[in-house]
């Protein structure tokens, strides 16, 4: 009796369990089916005011005050989606569309509204009624626009809160890379990375940067209302590469266009790039003596194989117009473009192609043109690179490359002035893996 007794209990116990989850689960599914936004359509947040826009004393103070109107309502933060129009909220949020209309009309204000962006935040403050008595969006990181309600009418106002640039000039000696060496003197990666840029086509970072090679850069702070947001424009950089010297410094030109520049005024930027994409390695080098992998004898390799990840970008190593694009024996996917003064470079093993890609149509240095792949005899994905001049096949890693176009010599003058001081600064500060030293100005 005991045991068929407890098995009733049991079968109780699991019964009412499962009847318990079923139950919950139900309610779990309604809620979600409730709350949850259609497919498409924007994610709307509504919170009070007294609540959002003015969450404590201090911020109350530092703000600037929201009109009385907008008091009276709440404010509902809409983040945009792909697709979505100010019409397409106005009548999702249930907003009267003559407001809508009304803020058009406003002098000026139709580009700030009409072109939205995935992900960003707007903010709408609305009556019971459907009227809209404001709306806030960030224009920049400098500028918001704020647009209020007053009886019938709208003003629309911008509220700058301007970046604040600090001028800081350090130095760092490498002992293994110069990622690492930027961490330890307090750079970011995006410094780093931008000192690399500059020199790309004079220095091969991967495989040219040796222990006791040392740099001194000079770049800007960003921050606002005193807080730290990101490294700023690099405005000069020495950097000593296996004992030889290479120094960079930008230079805005009347146009407003900023380019780096020896200190004598030549371009920084070459004809072409050393290598066309980002490579872990350099898997086999130009040489016509080398056993193939696959076909197992001599046959001459006329172009470096730069190892990298399947789906690297492959960028067109100088402007240039394509000439073939498609599929040719070994090479397997290749991209074949020419270059001025007889000059033709190749790019061979793709997986697939840029999509706008075309045979005849023009190319910028940088543009990507293609994927890394392991498309025809490759035993692993990788970039096959050629550069010929004249039909004869050069060493892409040691051929000299030509130069862009230096200053025009009518700006000579105006770039001494800018970059005198910069370049200078540049010798204050030499000893590698010293600390930073103090701005040598502020900027705002």
Not at 13 to 36: D, I, N, P, Y
Not at 51 to 61: G, I, M, T, Y
């Amino acid at each position: 009796m005991r045991f068929d007794r407890g098995r009733k209990w049991r079968s109780f116990h699991v019964s009412g369990a499962v009847a318990l989850k079923v139950g919950c689960c139900a309610l779990l599914a309604l809620a979600w089916a409730q709350f949850e936004p259609a497919a498409g359509a924007p994610e709307i947040t509504e919170f009070s005011i007294a609540r959002a826009l003015l969450p404590d004393e201090s911020k109350v103070a530092e703000s600037a005050p929201i009109g009385a109107a907008s008091l009276a309502g709440s404010a509902i933060e809409v983040i945009v989606r792909r697709n979505d129009t100010l019409d397409r909220i106005f009548r999702s949020l249930e907003l009267n569309l003559a407001d809508l209309a009304a803020l058009r009309d406003l002098p000026d204000l139709r580009t700030a509204l009409d072109r939205l962006y995935p992900g960003e935040a707007l903010t709408f403050i609305r009556d019971g009624a459907g009227r809209l008595l404001g709306l806030e969006r960030q224009l920049s990181e400098s500028e918001r626009l704020r647009i209020d309600r007053a009886d019938d009418r709208f003003t629309a106002h911008i509220i700058d809160n301007p970046l604040e640039r600090e001028v800081r000039t350090t130095g760092a000696t490498i002992t293994s890379s110069l990622f690492e060496a930027a961490q330890a003197a307090g750079i970011s990666d995006q410094t780093a990375i931008a000192i690399a840029d500059v020199f790309a086509w004079d220095i091969d970072f991967v495989l040219d940067v040796r222990s006791g090679d040392h740099f001194v850069v000079t770049y800007e702070r960003l921050s606002q209302d005193g807080e730290y947001l990101r490294d700023g424009a690099l405005l000069a950089v020495k950097f000593v590469n296996q004992g030889r010297e290479y120094r960079a410094v930008r230079y805005v030109d009347p146009e407003g266009d900023a380019r780096y520049f020896t200190p004598e005024g030549r371009s920084l930027k070459k004809a072409f790039l050393r290598a066309p994409l980002e490579f872990t390695r350099v898997s086999s080098r130009f040489n016509p003596n080398r056993r193939h992998p696959v076909l197992n004898r001599i046959r001459a390799h006329r172009g470096v194989d730069y190892a990298a990840p399947t789906g690297t970008p492959v960028r067109a190593a100088g402007d240039g117009r394509v000439r073939f694009r498609g599929v040719k024996g070994g090479y397997g996917n290749v991209v074949e473009l020419s270059h001025t003064n007889g000059v033709v470079t190749v790019y061979g093993h793709m997986s697939r192609f840029a999509r706008s890609l075309r045979t005849g149509e023009r190319v910028t240095q940088g543009q990507v043109i293609g994927y890394v792949g392991q498309s025809g005899l490759a035993t692993g994905p990788h970039l096959h690179y050629e550069y010929r001049v004249n039909g004869v096949y050069k060493d892409p890693q040691k051929v000299k490359l030509p130069n862009a176009d230096p200053l025009p010599e009518a700006l000579l003058a105006d770039f001494r002035a800018q970059t005198a001081l910069l370049l200078a600064g540049l010798d204050r500060d030499t000893v590698p893996g010293r600390a930073p030293t103090p701005a040598l100005a502020r900027a705002k």
